[in-house]
């Protein structure tokens, strides 16, 4: 089982991206779990929230927060100075964080992060910085846990029509701006 943590702000989309990665996993014919975490007082925009998603070969039994994640998601990087986004990362654990910045100058003390500029994308594509399908996308290339066709469906299905296909557009370019990346 792989489990997945996303830190995000309220208004940011952090649940629909983990609702995304499970409804993905069933595509894929695998197990998907997706859940927040509002830290008691509700989801407020703006605030720091968590949402989890956990992804398996076989049915999900456990129903708790996750404290240690295989991946982490950042979607927003001004959270790395208000929380610890690198707690209870396995080792070998992957963060991903959406920010323009170097992640030399980001402060994270473990060498396995990764950044993508989400915002530009969506923004050049959707009009907005809607950007949980482009961190959707990219998560699928770096992880391999998903398929791009099972994350494109998930994202059509909830998005019909021609918001789902330009939601399947930023995916599909996330994912491929992000294997060029890493094939450098």
Do not use: W
């Amino acid at each position: 089982m792989k489990e997945i943590r996303i830190h995000g702000r309220g208004g940011q989309g952090s649940l629909v991206l983990a609702q995304f990665m499970a409804i993905a996993a069933l595509e894929d014919e695998k197990y998907g779990q997706a859940f927040p975490f509002l830290g008691g007082g509700g989801e407020r925009r703006g605030k720091p929230i968590m949402a989890f998603c956990r992804l398996s070969d076989r049915p999900i039994r456990i129903r708790s927060r996750i404290t240690e994640p295989d991946y982490v998601i950042v979607q927003d990087a001004t959270i790395l100075d208000e929380i610890d986004v690198e707690d209870g990362l396995k080792p070998g654990g992957i963060i991903l964080i959406n920010t323009d910045r170097d992640l030399r100058d980001l402060g994270l003390k473990t060498s396995q992060a990764v950044t993508t500029s989400a915002e530009a994308l969506a923004r050049r594509i959707l009009g907005r910085p809607i950007i949980n399908t482009a961190l959707l996308g990219t998560f699928a290339c770096l992880s391999r846990e998903l398929s791009l066709e099972a994350v494109l469906k998930a994202v059509r299905s909830k998005f019909p029509g021609e918001l789902g296909e330009k939601n399947g557009q930023v995916v599909q370019e996330s994912y491929r701006e992000f294997l060029t990346q890493i094939n450098r």
